[in-house]
């Protein structure tokens, strides 16, 4: 299972099974279910956004014909919220393509000096 991992993610987590009473493999496995876990969350975010941006959407076009002045305001809520999908369904997309490389990034995250 950890023959397709650089040798210094292996060794790290080597180390961290060791100090977790685990073996690596193991630990391995619950890495990778946790980038799963995270492209979960990431895509319920992204839903979430899209149905914040119907309801944006809608807000929009019924205080134009209300001739309400906080348009603006939704509107630009309604753009974040496009941005914040947008980005969302992006990172949900790379966690469930390759989510063994998302987990050997997470790693060196871990590892590498703040």
Known sequence: M???IPKAVEQVIEVLAQKFGSTSTELWQIILRQQLV???ADLVLGIFCVIGILIGIWIIRW????R????????ILTITLLILGIVAFYFSYMEFANPEYQAIESIFQMISPK
């Open 2 to 4: 950890l023959e397709n």
């Open 38 to 40: 995270e492209a979960k």
């Open 63 to 66: 205080s134009i014909r209300e």
């Open 68 to 75: 309400n002045d906080w348009s603006i305001w939704v509107a």
